[in-house]
Nanobody, 126 residues
């Protein structure tokens, strides 16, 4: 059974940084990509970033390019999202998930294992 647990969310001011770790269990050595998503009340969940297993190829949604960095440590079954230069529009609950593809090409956000954690809340406000 796949389980995910996100953490690291906090209330920060615009321009500050956060690092979100996400631990996976039950998916060791599956070879699949991993993704970060976010959701605000009343809106659909948005794919933020994805990282492949082989070669660590990444994809970012346009609004976070140059500010967010995704990484993974497969020895620890952990995914990370380093968020710099945070903006109020980054305020959301952030989730991680297994992307049921080997890479992050095309609409990777539509190929996600239905195993979600509680998410972690990021609030950017002055």
């Amino acid at each position: 059974q796949v389980q995910v647990r996100e953490s690291g969310g906090d209330l920060v001011q615009p321009g500050e940084s956060l690092n979100l770790p996400c631990s996976f269990s039950g998916v060791a050595d599956d070879g699949y990509a991993r993704g970060w998503f976010r959701q605000v009340p009343g809106k659909e969940r948005e794919g933020v970033s994805c990282i492949s297993s082989n070669y660590g190829i990444t994809h970012y949604t346009d609004s976070v390019k140059g500010r967010f960095t995704i990484s993974r440590d497969d020895d620890k079954n952990t995914l990370y999202l380093q968020m710099d230069s945070l903006k109020p529009e980054d305020t959301a609950r952030y989730y991680c998930a297994v992307v049921t593809r080997l890479d992050c090409s095309g609409s990777w956000w539509d190929h996600v294992l239905d195993a979600w954690g509680q998410g972690t809340l990021v609030t950017v406000s002055s």
